[in-house]
């Protein structure tokens, strides 16, 4: 079954970096685009970046572009999300992504979730 799992979550000052991992098995990891999401407490899960199959076009919020990466390393099996010039709303739970569509019917995959909190 699909597994994915997070990590390098942390609490970061203004203007840090951080690096998410997100080590994926159970399906054939270079097939498939990958993603990140993030929700803060009291908002809804929102999207931050997209990765396709073979890396070789990415997707980015508005909010995140110019200060976060989104790569893979389809050996590994493994996405990451580089995060720069971190600021306090970026605070949240980032969730690793994958999907399906089978017919009509779109499947998500999700982690566990990794905590990044910036602050001072």
């Known amino acids: 079954q699909v597994q994915l799992v997070e990590s390098g979550g942390g609490l970061v000052q203004p203007g840090g970096s951080l690096r998410l991992s997100c080590a994926a098995s159970g399906f054939t990891f270079s097939s498939y685009g990958m993603g990140w999401y993030r929700q803060a407490p009291g908002k809804k899960r929102e999207f931050v970046a997209t990765?396709?199959?073979?890396?070789?076009?990415?997707n980015y919020a508005d909010s995140v572009k110019g200060r976060f990466t989104i790569s893979r390393n389809n050996v590994k099996n493994t996405v990451y999300l580089q995060m720069n010039s971190l600021k306090p709303e970026d605070t949240a739970v980032y969730y690793c992504?994958?999907?399906?569509?089978?017919?009509?019917?779109?499947?998500?995959?999700w982690g566990q979730g990794t905590q990044v909190t910036v602050s001072s």
């Open positions: 990765i396709i199959s073979t890396g070789g076009s990415t």
């Open positions: 992504n994958t999907w399906r569509v089978v017919g009509v019917t779109h499947f998500d995959y």
